[in-house]
């Protein structure tokens, strides 16, 4: 079973700061996909960043970008430039590229981003 | 876009009770829909996966008969507490992924249930 670790349940940075957010996982599975969503305080969950393994180039959208290490198996998050609007809660996921498209969940960081 | 819309948002209702929720991709059509329920400060929980026209399948520890999910039209999908007790009040949050190039889910606002 694939499980998804993000070690750090809270962060705070100051606006206009470049902040971090860990995820690591362990699968056996070669082809797979890794998301970053975000979630709010309205508590909809917003697609941040989508990776494909196969692909060696890491994600970039806009201020939100990622290290993929595969071997490591790590997923970090970068966000550069904060503001008050990335305030949220950010759920690191996986998901199997063959079979049941079932997202599997990190805990979760809850990121605070002050003025 | 991929808006998928979730209804009721928030829903009262007394112990013993029947609830509906709805699931709506308004803007494309949904191979695969899927419902998660998340506990405050917590992370999402897969309830089950559902298909258009075949019967969920349930996560391991999920009672398909007090949570029935019916997904009629590649468009809808419901989920259906059935004698609801105050244990299931909750965050109950659906997602739906596209017919063509479908990895990514789209998830809805959610919806607030509390049991009295």
């Known amino acids: 079973a694939q499980t998804v670790t993000q070690s750090q349940p809270e962060m705070s940075v100051q606006e206009a700061e470049t902040v971090t957010l860990s995820c690591t996982y362990d699968t056996s599975e070669s082809n797979y996909y890794l998301f970053w969503y975000k979630q709010p305080p309205s508590r909809q969950m917003i697609l941040v960043i989508r990776?494909?393994?196969?692909?060696?180039q890491n994600a970039t959208e806009n201020r939100f970008s990622v290290n993929f290490q595969k071997a490591a198996k790590s997923f970090s998050l970068k966000i550069s430039d904060s503001q008050l609007g990335d305030t949220a809660m950010y759920f690191c996921?996986?998901?199997?590229?063959?079979?049941?498209?079932?997202?599997?969940f990190g805990q979760g960081t809850r990121l605070t981003i002050n003025p | 876009g991929a808006v998928v819309s979730q209804h009721p948002s928030r829903v009262i209702c007394k112990s013993g009770t029947s609830v509906k929720i709805e699931c709506r991709s308004l803007d494309f059509q949904a191979t695969t829909m899927f419902w998660y329920r998340q506990f405050p400060k917590k992370s999402l929980m897969l309830m089950a996966t559902s298909n258009e026209g075949s019967k969920a399948t349930y996560e391991q520890g999920v009672e398909k008969d007090k949570f029935l999910i019916n997904h009629a039209s590649l468009t809808l999908s419901t989920l259906t507490v059935t004698s609801a007790h105050p244990e299931d009040s909750s965050f109950y949050i659906c997602?739906?992924?596209?017919?063509?190039?479908?990895?990514?889910?789209?998830f809805g606002p959610g919806t607030r249930l509390l049991v009295l």
């Open positions: 996921a996986f998901m199997k590229q063959v079979g049941a498209q079932k997202l599997v």
């Open positions: 990776q494909e393994a196969y692909k060696q």
């Open positions: 997602s739906a992924s596209k017919l063509a190039g479908g990895q990514t889910q789209y």
